[in-house]
């Protein structure tokens, strides 16, 4: 029998079959329902992929603290992906407390695809990096980039991906090497928690917190990012009634969000396990130039040290706007209301299954590219 002809679609048919595939995925609110927190994160890897969050290249402006010198010197410069020198004969396991002496080690918790991850393992060639999310479609995802196979065909592995509950009980079988291995080291040198603790039950914020402060070691550094209060995701899921009223959201396919102010960062980090570096609010104008609209985006990112030693990393500002530079984004003068580029009568987003109709990454993720 002959197969049938290949079907030349237009973009704009290509447009609406996709369409039509997401919608087919959709999850009803029964199984919204009966689904766990793990495999409402699963559904929306296996829906979104790879790229949904950019990656955040922006940390190699806000971690200076972990940058070497000419990353710090000039931030903007495009960093190499991970290669490989095709020595590598590690298997993909968590490493022994021996090979990774010698580096800086640390802790990307909840780490979807390694947006996070890998640019800090770009930027500088000390890190070694454990990254774990509970989303097991996540985390293969993660395992699936080119450079995730690179780093472990490579003489000198740089990360170890699992999956694992951040907010478990201590004694948890996703954390027990891992704690031994923390331990073995006296502490990570570092932990990031970016755009994770929105994403959990408020109930469970606090046994994630006290987890890093169990692997740091005292004068470890803590970089938090998450969503903040203001932010345009926010009032769209508010205007859409997607809040139980206590200041947790529950976006289009089921998972959570929070958006913190200032004084709720200040909350989440008690100051006998951490001493505050710097909490503040990263506030974004960014343009989608093909809808002609301005989004208002807001962040919250503080900077904490664990408590018992000094920093080991001596604090660094980021010092100018640098962002300005590339005109990719602008500074935020005040958090007005949203505004459009093209005026009052621009038309205004269009509908979408999310928080995130008028361009799904930026407003999903809060990233912003450079
Ligand atoms: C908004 S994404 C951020 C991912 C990543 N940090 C990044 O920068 O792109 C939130 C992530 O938190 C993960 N997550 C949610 N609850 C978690 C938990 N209890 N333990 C580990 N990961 C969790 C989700 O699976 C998801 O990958």
Redesign the pocket.
């Known amino acids: 029998m002959e197969g049938k002809p290949h079907a030349h679609k237009t973009a704009g048919e290509r447009k609406a079959s996709s369409r039509r595939v997401k919608r087919k995925a959709k999850l009803s609110k029964a199984a919204k329902e009966s689904m766990g927190?793990?495999e409402l994160?699963?559904h929306?890897?296996s829906q979104k992929g790879v790229r949904f969050?950019k990656d955040?290249h922006w940390l190699r402006r806000e971690l200076m603290e972990l940058m070497p010198a000419e990353v710090r010197r000039a931030p903007l410069t495009w960093c190499a992906p991970l290669g490989s020198d095709g020595c590598g004969t590690a298997v993909d396991v968590l490493p022994s407390a021996e090979e990774v002496r010698g580096f800086v080690v640390g802790l990307?918790?909840?780490?979807?695809?390694?947006?996070?991850?890998f640019p800090l393992l770009r930027a500088n060639a000390d890190i070694f990096l454990l990254a774990?999310?509970?989303?097991g479609e996540?985390i293969r995802l993660l395992k699936s980039r080119d450079e995730y196979e690179n780093q472990l065909s490579s003489s000198r592995r740089r990360c170890h991906a699992w999956v694992?509950?951040?907010?478990?009980p201590v004694a948890d079988a996703g954390w027990l090497e891992v704690e031994h291995l923390a331990a073995t080291l006296d502490g990570l040198h570092f932990l990031?928690?970016?755009?994770?603790l929105?994403?959990?039950p408020r109930d469970?914020v606090r046994a994630?917190v006290k987890r890093a402060a169990r692997l740091l070691r005292p004068g470890g550094l803590l970089f938090f990012?998450d969503y903040g209060d203001g932010d345009l995701a926010q009032r769209r899921l508010d205007d859409r009634g997607q809040t139980d009223g206590a200041g947790t959201y529950e976006r289009g396919e089921g998972?959570?969000a929070r958006y913190f102010s200032l004084s709720d960062v200040e909350a989440l980090f008690p100051r006998d396990l951490f001493c505050k570096v710097e909490v503040k609010h990263v506030d974004r104008d960014i343009t989608n130039r093909a809808k002609q609209i301005t989004m208002n985006r807001r962040w919250v990112q503080a900077k904490y040290v664990r408590a018992g030693a000094p920093p080991l990393f001596p604090p660094c500002d980021a010092g100018a706007d640098l962002l300005n530079e590339t005109g990719a984004a602008r500074r935020r003068a005040s958090p007005a209301a949203t505004t459009s580029a093209a005026g009052p009568t621009a038309p205004p987003p269009p509908p979408g299954d999310d928080d995130a109709p008028a361009c799904a990454d930026a407003v999903?993720?809060g990233?912003f590219a450079w």
Request: net charge negative; glycine share 6%; proline share 0%.
């Open positions: 927190d793990d994160w699963d929306f890897y969050y955040r990307e918790a909840g780490c979807g695809c390694g947006s996070a991850a774990t999310d509970f989303s996540a694992s509950d951040v907010a478990a990031t928690l970016v755009f994770v929105s994403a959990l469970r994630a990012r998972t959570l999903e993720c990233c």
